[in-house]
């Protein structure tokens, strides 16, 4: 979501610059306070903690005293009832405060994990309330589906309205595919209409639905990845591609598994603002990259969601335009809208102590999403994984059908070299966006982010004496989430629940979702395997038209001229 701001709707508390320059002249006296306690939080810290130890001390002292004269321990004289009371006092702060997590959920005002970014004084509208400013919708609609639908034709219903007037989803979506057929001319009838919740979407997923699209899951596996055993749905309809991948399953669990690694977690999130002058600009860059101000972001971030936990910002300048990129961990959410919510927060906040500040957006490119960026390429998005495995020559030479040193060569001259030649970006890889988005597609992930979330170089050594081989798949930008979007449908609800990843984990928020990006990476490691060994073998060409070519007799299909 785009826009442009020059004033907050409602006041936020200041941020006092630590080690930044002062505000231009005229601009309201700032005051000294984190955004969600009365006083900054370090000075708290050791307020309570210095009451404790004294008032421990003193009762200590106190009850050492009464216990060599032999007085009653119950009996408290006037000094005695403070020390208590601070030393409970003290004792319920410093308990509820470690790790800041108890403190926020009472500071929150957003429980939910992916939330879509709205304000806090504007609730979010339910589907099938009517808007009390449309005419159209302060009415439900009469009348059989003949007349909605010539309605629909002529103009005097819009089609989007239709969920909320109808109040039936399947009703809706009939009424605007047979209005959408008389407007083209053209029928749908391979298209589904039946069999499908359209309530399940309607308001996080898909608009105006008139159907939709089958697609095959093919299953690929067992994948041996640490230890256990993941049978991995691949949603797609390139022949060859789950055979392949379940070829490299075999030679990896025949070589005693593969083991995989989560680097880093955090979803980005890039504002870019503008000021009057690059000096102005550089100002803010400086005072967000202060160490001594992060405890205060943080806070002020943080209060989005209790998933929510802000883990750092780099400002990058362009001239008097500075963009700032947000990292957070989002729990078992992808966090895209977590995030944006976060960052909104925060800007709203900064504005008071930068007034001349002016947001352009809320996102300008430099975080970066759905597209190649060498930012995603250094410093990661979502998850960073790296996976592993040492094949066995003997399985090289049975499963693979070729030798360590052909497969060595071949990753050298196509992946790296061939790679660096076309001057790829984060494609040191043989085909590591097939897996990737096969998986998204079963799992209910956003099939866009592949583009990132397939950056991956491909490592090939000869070990052991040049007789086993040492493949890794390095992944800095693996964006999933097992809650909210699409993970949440059916289909692929089931297919995260057969990966045993459905959900948030309860028990450790982010679990689930960094153990889905593992399986991604173990995945994708199975399918260059493979891949690289038919290729290596000359056997890509062989593969492809026995899988990948229909069997059915096509030559009915053909006029009878041709």
């Known amino acids: 979501m785009e826009f442009r701001r020059r004033a907050l709707s409602k006041p936020h508390r200041s941020l006092s610059p630590v080690g930044a320059f002062p505000a231009k002249s005229g601009s309201s006296t700032r005051v000294q306070a984190s955004d969600a306690l009365p006083i900054p939080i370090r000075h708290t810290n050791k307020l309570f903690s210095v009451l404790f130890m004294a008032s421990m001390y003193y009762l200590m002292c106190r009850w050492r005293e009464k216990i060599r004269t032999g007085a009653p321990l119950h009996a408290l004289t006037l000094s005695d009832i403070p020390a208590i009371v601070g030393f409970i006092a003290s004792l319920v702060y410093l308990i509820s405060f470690f790790g800041i997590a108890y403190v926020q959920s009472f500071v929150s005002s957003h429980d939910d994990e992916d939330d879509f970014l709205l304000s806090s004084d504007q609730p979010a509208p339910c589907p099938l309330t009517c808007s009390k400013k449309s005419p159209l919708a302060a009415e439900s609609l009469f009348g059989d589906d003949e007349e909605i639908v010539s309605a629909v034709v002529a103009g005097k219903i819009p089609s989007y309205v239709l969920e909320a007037k109808l109040g039936d989803c399947r009703r809706a979506a009939g009424i605007r595919r047979e209005a959408i057929s008389r407007i083209t001319g053209r029928g749908m009838e391979g298209l589904p209409l039946d069999g499908f919740d359209y309530s399940s979407i309607l308001g996080q997923c898909c608009e105006m639905p008139v159907g939709y699209v089958q697609l095959p899951v093919g299953i690929a596996g067992p994948l041996l990845l640490n230890g256990k055993e993941y049978f991995v749905p691949m949603a797609t309809t390139e022949g060859c591609l789950v055979a392949s991948t379940n070829r490299g399953c075999k030679a990896i ?12 977690d955090g979803m980005t999130r890039a504002p870019v603002v503008r000021f009057a002058t690059a000096k102005r600009a550089a100002e803010l860059k400086f005072f967000l990259e202060d160490p001594r101000n992060f405890e205060t972001l943080e806070i002020v971030f ?13 400002c990058s300048l362009a001239g008097k335009n500075l963009y700032m990129r947000f990292t957070c961990l989002t729990g078992d959410a992808m966090g895209m809208n977590m995030v944006s919510k976060g960052v909104q927060n925060v800007l709203d906040c900064l504005q008071n102590d930068f007034p001349d500040m002016d947001v352009i957006s809320i996102s300008g490119n430099f975080c970066s999403d759905k ?8 410093e990661g998005r979502g998850k960073s994984v790296v996976c592993e495995a040492i094949i066995k020559e003997e399985t090289v030479r049975k499963v693979l059908k070729t030798t360590v040193s052909a497969l060595v060569e071949l990753n050298t001259l196509k992946n790296l070299a061939g790679s660096a030649v076309a001057g790829s970006l984060g494609g040191f890889n043989a085909h590591a966006s097939n897996i990737v988005t096969a998986i998204y597609i079963a799992t209910g992930q956003d099939p866009a982010q592949n583009v990132e979330s397939s950056h991956c170089i491909t490592m090939m050594e000869a ?11 390095t992944m800095p930008s693996i964006e999933v989430g097992t809650v909210g979007g699409g993970t949440q449908l059916a289909s692929q609800s089931a297919c995260l629940n057969l990966l045993g990843v459905k959900g948030a984990n309860l028990d450790s928020p982010g679990a689930n979702s960094r153990l889905l990006a593992t399986i991604v990476a173990g995945s994708v490691l199975a399918g260059e395997l493979s891949l690289m ?5 000359g056997q890509l060409v062989k593969s492809h038209m026995k899988y990948n070519r229909s069997i059915k007799d096509m030559s009915k299909a053909l006029p009878p001229d041709s």
């Open 302 to 314: 943080n209060r989005s969601s209790r998933f929510a936990k802000l883990q750092g910002i780099k």
């Open 253 to 264: 669990a025949a070589s005693d598994g593969a083991v995989c690694v989560v680097l880093k």
């Open 371 to 378: 597209k190649p960026a060498a930012v995603n390429w250094i």
């Open 463 to 473: 070990v052991n004496d040049n007789n086993d081989l040492h493949i890794s798949v």
């Open 533 to 537: 060994s038919a290729l290596a073998a």
